[in-house]
């Protein structure tokens, strides 16, 4: 039998800025936290020093998420692991950074005891593209862990109207956040007080001035910096859809978390948008403005259409993202 994981050292891009990297983070440190005794490292956010070369040193197992910018950081500071370690791979890895420059991160990849992925379709990517082993490449769906909220709706500022369309994305370009404004403006014509609010961090400062921008032009269009995770549930429940405009995805926690909400998806067609979504069953898929101004409009104005997407989005939930499956499925992989 292995012997059993008390130490985990865990490195994440981010922790404290609201990105999915960090929620991840949260996420996992939550669940695993009563399992094992983790230690969290923001290497974008943190400063390294000799307490987290002793962590690592201690470390049973090292648990790295996004290989590629955890490559680049390495780098930096001449770093070698020297325990075993597991990758969690996200979208961005697999689809940009891997495809981009395969010969730099595919030896990392290769030398770690696991790695992990959000969907058999990235799966399918690292095994098929990149020749990594089938039964090395392991399929975790993420879940979905919204601390409780301490705001309130005063402090978020949230817009009138109605129907409310909600995009929770960072500012960058993979993100797509002003691709639903042609769509919004045309469904002003039988909603002419739709209000559409993207919330984000500022990761972009071209993207970030043609949002501005785009706020002047149109009334209805605001744009809110991100909020705290504790935070989010607020925003969901002001909504009334839930928007991923992504270009390319891994797994969108933004999804998930609304389906577990009670609240319909409509997202562009990608990967992990894939992995989550089946069409017309517990949310809507698009990839051209009229096919999300269809979707929005299908939604909004047939209640039985409505209702559908949330029962089957929260039944979705249930099955396949509960936190209880994910930690138990990273504890099996740390065990073994």
Same mark, same amino acid.
């Not at 983790?38 to 000799?50: H, P, Q, R, T």
């Not at 955890?70 to 597991?86: C, G, H, M, Q, R």
């Not at 919330?199 to 909020?227: F, I, M, P």
């Given at each position: ?10 490195? %994440?891009?981010?922790? =404290? ?6 929620? *991840?983070?949260?996420? /996992?440190?939550h ?16 400063? =390294? ?12 197992v ?14 930096n500071?001449?770093? %070698?692991?020297s325990?075993?370690y ?5 979208? %961005?890895?697999?689809?940009?950074s891997l ?13 770690a005891?696991?790695? *992990? ?22 399929v ?8 409780? *909220? ?5 402090? /978020? ?5 109605s ?16 691709f ?16 559409? /609010? ?13 949002v501005?921008d785009?706020?002047?032009?149109n ?25 991923? *405009? ?19 998806v ?11 979504i ?17 979707s ?5 104005s ?10 089957n989005?929260?039944? %979705? ?20």
């Amino acid at each position: 039998m292995s012997n059993p994981i008390k130490r985990v050292m865990f490195f %994440t891009p981010y922790y =404290y800025q609201n990105r999915g990297n960090a929620t *991840t983070a949260r996420r /996992l440190e939550h669940g695993l936290s009563d399992e094992v005794n983790i230690n969290v490292f923001a290497y974008e956010e943190m400063a =390294y020093d000799s307490s987290v070369i002793q962590c690592m040193e201690n470390a049973d197992v090292i648990h790295i998420l996004q290989f590629a910018r955890f490559v680049d950081w390495a780098e930096n500071y001449d770093l %070698t692991l020297s325990k075993p370690y597991i990758v969690t791979s996200g979208g %961005t890895d697999i689809n940009h950074s891997l495809a981009e420059d395969r010969n730099r991160y595919l030896p990392f990849l290769i030398k770690a005891k696991a790695v *992990t992925v959000f969907s058999n379709q990235a799966k399918s990517m690292l095994v098929k593209d990149h020749g990594l082993k089938e039964e090395f490449v392991h399929v975790i769906p993420q879940s979905v862990y919204l601390p409780e *909220t301490g705001g309130s709706e005063e402090e /978020l500022n949230l817009p009138a109207g109605s129907p409310n369309i909600l995009l929770p994305a960072g500012l960058r370009p993979v993100k797509d956040v002003l691709f639903a404004c042609k769509s919004i403006q045309k469904l002003k014509e039988d909603f002419p007080d739709i209000t559409f /609010l993207i919330v984000g961090a500022n990761l972009d400062q071209n993207v970030y001035c043609q949002v501005h921008d785009a706020t002047k032009r149109n009334s209805w269009l605001r744009y809110s910096s991100e909020v705290d995770l504790s935070t989010m549930k607020e925003l969901y429940e002001w909504a009334d859809i839930v928007l991923n *405009t992504s270009i390319s995805e891994g797994q969108p926690t933004s999804i998930l978390e609304a389906m577990s909400l009670g609240k319909p998806v409509i997202a562009r067609v990608n990967t992990g948008n894939s992995s989550i979504i089946q069409q017309h069953v517990n949310g809507m898929l698009f990839q051209t403005h009229e096919e999300l101004y269809e979707s929005l409009k299908k939604v909004l104005s047939d209640k039985n259409v409505y209702e559908v997407l949330v029962k089957n989005g929260y039944q %979705t939930i249930v099955e396949n993202h509960t936190i209880k499956q994910e930690i138990n499925s990273y504890l099996h992989l740390y065990k073994h």
